[in-house]
């Protein structure tokens, strides 16, 4: 901000006098009309809103109709409304048990995640040490390796320690981007708590652990909060790797939906409700962090 | 900020290394292992120096699922970027409309990919999809399932619908940090709607949009789910990424000496982009 009370200082200095205040005036009704070079700016957001909504609302709409209904006519919204999809997931424990399998893997990498990145954000963020920036790259090609690189070595790995098909083994194995992930995040949040508060609690007698605690860690809450997001959705979103190390204990629910494809053909209807509930879970916590996604997607550097 | 010099702060990191070392280090040299050798069975491993190697890059498969997985992130950066671009700079830029559009905007990115997959098999089936029904309505011949060039589209729509978001929010990101005074200053001197996106608003979002274009480069190398739960990889071998080929390979055909050596390839490419992006990333943090 202190940079654009400079520039415009500049602006006005160039300026003579009068036409400064002409240009001011000109300039305050610029500003009301910018933004706004045609009034149909709000045309384009709004089109591409419905773009993104459409496929989305034709999933909702099949998981209210019955498979007759899918199959026999095409309709734009339910003629017959029906929650059986639903029932049939929140009836079935082999449906709902998925859900419960993910959210504890989920909940399971979350927790690790953040949990071992912020000592190491805040080492990366305040001191220089042997080897910073090799470790710092080296953890950014983890984020960005292919999951399918990793799919048959994690497999026999977790399989030599007999951790296949448990919630930890993809717990784990989500750890290789998200933990990259939380460091970089939190490293881009705490390199914008001014180094001073270290200096100050120091000196008045706090301990490393209870500066951390008491005094850093309410100042970057919302960067926790955002990096605990990412870290969450992430690994709800992934798939393969989840696939992968499990069979039938810890299954997520995204494998889950892949065995709607039975000899009778596929239960369109149950498919679209387990897909919608998937999107639940994003939908409701996007709310909290609106302001920092594009910061979390950038890695904390934006 | 300056940062002073301790290497004690090795022991803060250390948790992070063990448990990273642990879930790449490990399942890396596993790959590295195989990559080099030849097996009969029974677990019995000859040494086979780099002739998998040369084998995968004397292989038309496998430059094949390269070129359509090249083609693919070219195809998609194509439409993204520019198409996010626009959209960032026609978002409300106060009221009621921005946390609407950023909410709205966003939804896509927090959808299971599987999901992703699920959705746009749907919505693109000719039988019960609104977009394959209503493409079949209006005239137009398109079944992605028989079709190769209709799987083609309906990939690439599926991951622009799926993630020119991220664009939007990376450049609007950088477009709010643009201070007023740019813009007084730009229409005291006259300067036309151009002169502004060119000499304002571009250099402006020249960081968040290189960010975006190397994600997405990344992101659309190695994408694997999304058109694995569409199209399978066909009609025929038309949409076979090399994520797919690869997994094909090693835990369909259990190949493991190719799939090996090809995943080092793989990961070398990743690599170095990776490397790219960080330098990038890191250089524009200091001149700040």
């Known amino acids: 901000m202190a940079d654009g009370k400079q520039t415009a200082a500049r602006a006005d200095d160039l300026v003579p006098a009068p036409a400064v205040a002409a240009g001011q005036d000109s300039v305050a009704r610029a500003m009301r009309r910018r933004g706004d070079e045609s009034r149909f700016w709000w045309l384009v957001p709004t089109l591409y809103i419905i773009f993104l909504l459409l496929p989305i609302y034709w999933l909702v709409n099949m998981s209210f109709k019955t498979n007759q209904e899918i199959l026999g006519q095409f309709s734009l919204w339910p003629q017959n409304p029906t929650l059986r999809n639903y029932m049939v997931i929140f009836s079935d424990p082999s449906w709902y048990n998925g859900y419960i399998n993910s959210i504890i893997y989920v909940v399971l990498n979350t927790a690790i995640s953040v949990s071992v990145a912020l000592p190491a954000a805040y080492a990366f963020s305040r001191y220089r040490f042997l080897g910073d920036k090799h470790l710092f790259f080296w953890l950014l090609t983890n984020r960005m390796a292919p999951p399918a690189v990793f799919a048959l070595p994690f497999f026999q790995l977790y399989s030599a320690f007999g951790l296949i098909d448990t919630h930890i083994a993809v717990a784990l194995a989500h750890c290789l981007f998200n933990v990259p992930l939380a460091v970089w995040i939190l490293e881009g949040f705490m390199s914008g708590v001014p180094k001073e508060i270290d200096e100050t609690a120091y000196i008045d007698g706090y301990s490393f652990p209870r500066f951390f605690f008491k005094i850093f860690m309410p100042l970057i809450a919302s960067g926790i909060g955002v990096a605990a997001f990412f870290c969450f959705m992430f690994s709800w979103v992934e798939l393969l790797l989840a696939r992968t190390l499990t069979t039938t204990a810890a299954k997520p629910i995204a494998a889950t939906m892949t065995r709607t494809v039975s000899a009778s053909g596929l239960d369109w209807g149950v498919l679209a409700a387990a897909g919608v509930l998937t999107i639940i879970p994003g939908a409701l916590v996007i709310w909290f962090v609106r302001n920092y996604i594009a910061k979390g997607f950038a890695l904390g550097r934006v | ?288």
């Open chain 2, 1 to 288: 900020m300056e940062k002073t010099w301790n290497n004690k702060a090795w022991f803060m990191v250390l948790p992070v290394l063990v448990l990273v070392a642990f879930s790449a280090i490990i399942p890396l040299m596993t790959v590295v292992n195989y990559s080099v050798q030849d097996t009969f069975g029974n677990n019995e491993f000859f040494w086979a120096g780099t002739e998998w190697y040369q084998e995968m890059l004397t292989s038309s498969r496998f430059w094949e699922a390269m070129g359509r997985n090249l083609i693919f992130s070219f195809v998609i950066l194509a439409i993204e970027i520019p198409l996010g671009i626009f959209i960032a700079l026609n978002m409300p830029k106060s009221g009621w409309g921005v946390p609407v559009c950023l909410v709205a905007m966003a939804l896509p990115l927090l959808v299971p990919w599987n999901v992703v997959g699920t959705i746009w098999q749907v919505f693109g089936r000719v039988d019960i999809g609104l977009l394959g029904y209503a493409m079949n309505a209006l005239g137009i011949d398109y079944n992605y399932v028989n079709d190769p060039f209709d799987a083609w589209v309906t990939v690439i729509v599926m991951d622009v619908w799926h993630w020119t978001s991220l664009v939007v929010l990376l450049c609007y990101a950088g477009l709010v940090s643009i201070p007023d005074a740019y813009y007084q200053a730009a229409k005291i001197d006259g300067a036309s709607r151009w002169a502004i996106f060119r000499y304002i608003q571009l250099p402006k979002m020249n960081r968040v949009l290189l960010i975006a274009v190397l994600l997405r480069f990344m992101d659309s190398f190695m994408i694997y789910t999304e058109p694995f739960v569409v199209t399978g990889g066909g009609p025929g071998n038309s949409t076979t990424f090399l994520s797919i080929d690869l997994v094909k390979m090693a835990v369909g055909q259990f190949d493991l000496g190719p799939a090996a050596a090809m995943s080092i390839i793989y990961f070398l490419i990743i690599l170095l982009l990776s490397w790219v992006f960080y330098t990038v990333m890191t250089n524009y943090g200091s001149e700040k």
